[in-house]
């Protein structure tokens, strides 16, 4: 039986902003990851292993200055000395087909009419549905709105808490409002890995976990055994549940009742002359087998853009997905100069879910057990390390 101070189970941004503030606290830590990479979610694919090869984002893809605690992160590894600007293009509509201007798609008297309703409509205990159409309009929100919303979790949104998607946070005015690094987002995770304080090992997950005299231990599918003070759960919450079901039932069966939806991207890298379209921060489409397509075109590239299409999960033969992307690029998939797949799991929370939280919350408190991810106070990546924060707080001291 191995011995350590802390056993994070899951290696995206929230295991790994955890595994950083007790590892900096000078505890032994150990980190699982099913998969054979660190990062989940932050996923920036390379052509090549050169510094300054083209890249894309499989899954998160924006920063900004009000991301506090991420900039910690950034600052203490030095990754802002990669930072990159990303350039102010529009978001499109694609829409019969044709790119449209949003502009185009509103109902201008509807939404002078409605929009009074920011001074006085609250979003505490309210929808996303309920809430924007009621200070956008209601034809503007279903013909424009709700598909922009949709496009952020990569979902259906109109059951969200409507104050889980927007939040309003102070900026740190010495950092560019909007910015990537040099190699994508990939690159704080990159920065993390290399901590030689850290043990990570990939394609491992646990097999069970058990409690006995004041331990966590945890069980690999090796047999290996890992026995721990202190165990951390940074996982998709219906995984959660699973692997906490034997030694915490009651946290377990809250955290089963949290759903999630599964996200189907799809990146495709072209020669630029290709591209039929002036370049976009992306692009909508209004009931359409995809939520989104993210581009590359806000860090521009000689030769190459990039374009990623998060597909509805119902949407999952590969077939499919690239008979739609070559009918909207007008090419054929030989012309596309690479493809690159890769599926993601996020929260699909709803009304009332903070009182779930809370209940989670109070369950935890006097455990020596840590839960951190995108489900508690929004799906943001700032909400990730913010949450790796305060449950670092909650069991051990601020770090230096």
């Known amino acids: 039986m191995i011995q350590t101070d802390i056993v994070i189970v899951g290696a995206g941004l929230s295991g790994l902003s955890l595994a ?9 830590t ?10 989940g979610a932050f996923h920036s694919h390379r052509m090549s292993d050169q510094p300054d090869g083209f890249w894309l984002e499989l899954g998160a893809h924006t920063c900004y200055n009000s991301y506090r605690n991420f900039l910690d992160l950034v600052d203490h590894y030095h990754v802002n000395e990669q930072m990159l600007p990303r350039e102010k293009l529009p978001f499109k509509m694609l829409v019969n087909n044709q790119i449209k201007s949003i502009f185009t798609q509103l109902n201008y008297p509807e939404l002078l009419l409605s929009l009074p309703g920011l001074l006085y409509q609250k979003k505490a205990d309210r929808s996303v549905d309920s809430y924007y159409s009621s200070i956008l309009g209601r034809k503007n929100y279903h013909r424009v709105f709700r598909h922009f919303f949709n496009a952020v979790p990569s979902q259906s949104t109109e059951e969200f808490p409507a104050d889980v998607l927007f939040k309003s946070r102070s900026r740190r005015k010495d950092v560019l409002k909007s910015y990537t690094f040099a190699g994508g987002l990939q690159s704080i995770v990159d920065a993390i890995g290399k901590t030689d304080a850290i043990e990570f090992l990939t394609g491992q997950e646990p097999e069970s976990i058990e409690r006995a005299d004041g331990l966590y231990r945890v069980r690999l599918k090796d047999g290996t055994c890992y026995a721990t003070g202190t165990l951390a759960v940074a996982t998709p919450a219906p995984v959660a549940a699973k692997l906490l079901q034997a030694v915490h039932p009651e946290l377990s069966g809250y955290l089963a009742q949290i759903q999630t939806a599964r996200i189907n991207s799809v990146a495709v890298i072209l020669e630029k002359k290709l591209v039929p379209f002036q370049p976009v921060a992306g692009i909508i489409s209004p009931n359409d087998l995809f939520y989104s397509i993210v581009s590359r075109d806000t860090v521009t590239d000689e ?3 990039g374009l990623t299409f998060h597909f509805k999960p119902e949407i999952s033969k590969q077939e499919d997905q690239l008979r739609r992307i070559s009918e909207i690029l007008g090419v054929t998939t030989a012309q596309i100069a690479h493809i690159v797949t890769k599926q993601n799991q996020l929260p699909a929370l709803r009304v009332g879910h903070y009182h779930l939280v ?30 790796s924060l305060s449950e670092y707080t909650r069991v051990h001291a601020t770090p230096g």
């Open 20 to 28: 950083s503030y007790c590892t900096r606290a000078g505890l032994k």
């Open 30 to 39: 150990t980190v699982l990851e099913k998969e054979t990479r660190l990062g």
């Open 358 to 387: 809370d209940k989670i919350d109070r369950n935890l408190a006097g455990k020596q057990l840590m839960l951190t991810g995108n489900y508690f106070s929004g799906v943001a990546i700032e909400d990730c390390v913010s949450r």
């Open 303 to 305: 030769k190459y853009r």
